[in-house]
């Protein structure tokens, strides 16, 4: 089969491996799609920073070249002794997250805490950039009749911006400020919307600003357009916003976020930061906002998928897809350069 195996830094390369065994507990599924996401483009420009190169993961025995991929659904296949609740033709979307089950965090409920989680797409064997894949199937959430494959490769994304927003506490009547209008902010200020919340949407990019406009039912700021601060405050009757969530992994968002939230709001980072964070104290502290982190999902998928089913996540406008041979030229390169919004890869294509 085909499939893209990151080597380095730089070397992603489209190769014929052979195809996974589904084993004991285990499901095959033929991908249908695998959106590329931020962290991919880390690994790939700037890496490696979850992809073991230089020795072997510790938990999976895998080292690089690793096939890549994490924002996947795809169609069941085949499944393993042990799997009899998911039958072969069943549209699924993938959980990446390949949890141990018996260490403190997972017996607490808290599997994306896990202390011996390994990343699908980065330190497992197989990923989603290709024709099949194989996962445990505690990972695969089937879907309801009627949703289509572009959107079984959006729900992991969604699911990141949906865990975010439940760490805001987000509730209908608030104000929501999302710093950030990639797909996990875009998809933050969606979940946000869905629960009743006003939300504001901050983003440099004319493209995205113009984007989330066409959504519809959101506010939309320019941050280059004169006093953030003190539009977000006007636009609060002078309280500020009751949660603020920082999908930019900017310093400029959250300074901002910290003179723009409401006195026992919150401030939730689920964009990730490069640089030693800098926080003002005195108004978190005179104000007693509450500043928190947003690691991936737990129990996200389900809510998500039933979200969706609602209407919540039209994908109009913002997803695209391009055949697995260009993932890197028209996939990579066009999400560095500001090109696109969310790309899927079509490992059939």
């Known amino acids: 089969m085909r499939a893209l195996r990151y080597h380095g830094p730089g070397d992603i390369r489209l190769e014929d491996v052979d195809e996974p065994e589904v084993g004991p507990g285990q499901v095959k599924l033929r991908i249908a799609y695998n959106g590329i996401c931020g962290s991919d483009l880390h690994e790939y420009y700037t890496g490696p920073t979850m992809v073991p190169v230089s020795a072997p993961n510790p938990v ?66 197989y ?13 695969v959430h089937p879907l309801p009749v009627g949703f289509s494959e572009q959107q079984s490769a959006v729900i992991e994304p ?44 901050v983003d440099p990019s004319p493209n995205r600003r113009a984007l989330v406009e066409a959504l519809g039912g959101t506010t939309v700021l320019d941050p280059g357009d004169g006093d953030l601060v003190a539009a977000i405050r006007d636009l609060t009757d002078g309280r500020g916003a009751e949660a603020s969530i920082d999908a930019a992994g900017a310093a400029s968002a959250l300074r901002v976020a910290v003179e723009s939230t409401a ?19 005195a108004p978190l502290m005179m104000g ?7 690691m991936t999902y737990r129990g996200d998928f389900p809510l998500v998928i039933e979200a969706m089913a609602a209407g919540a996540y039209p994908l109009d406008g913002w997803v695209s897809t391009v055949p697995i041979g260009d ?23």
């Open 60 to 125: 999976t025995g895998v080292q690089a070249p690793v096939v890549i991929g994490h924002e996947c659904g795809g169609t069941v296949v085949a499944v393993g002794e042990g799997v009899n609740d998911v039958t072969p033709g069943t549209l699924v979307a993938v959980e990446p997250i390949q949890r141990c089950g018996r260490c403190r965090e997972c017996v607490a409920g808290r599997y994306n805490l896990c202390s011996r989680m390994a990343a699908f797409g980065y330190t497992t064997g």
């Open 127 to 139: 990923g989603g950039l290709a024709e099949y894949t194989v996962v445990d199937r505690v990972m």
């Open 288 to 294: 007693e906002i509450d500043v928190r982190f947003s």
């Open 158 to 201: 969604l699911a990141v911006a949906y865990h975010a927003a439940r760490r805001a506490e987000v509730l209908a009547g608030q104000t929501v400020v999302v710093h950030g209008a990639g797909p996990v902010g875009l998809g933050t200020a969606l979940t946000a919307r869905h629960f009743g919340a006003e939300v504001i949407v």
């Open 327 to 349: 993932a890197v030229e028209k996939g990579f390169e066009a999400l560095r350069n500001g090109g696109a919004m969310k790309i899927l890869v079509d490992p059939a294509a």
């Open 263 to 281: 006195k026992e709001g919150s401030i939730v980072l689920v964009g990730v930061h490069h640089k030693p964070l800098e926080l003002a104290a």
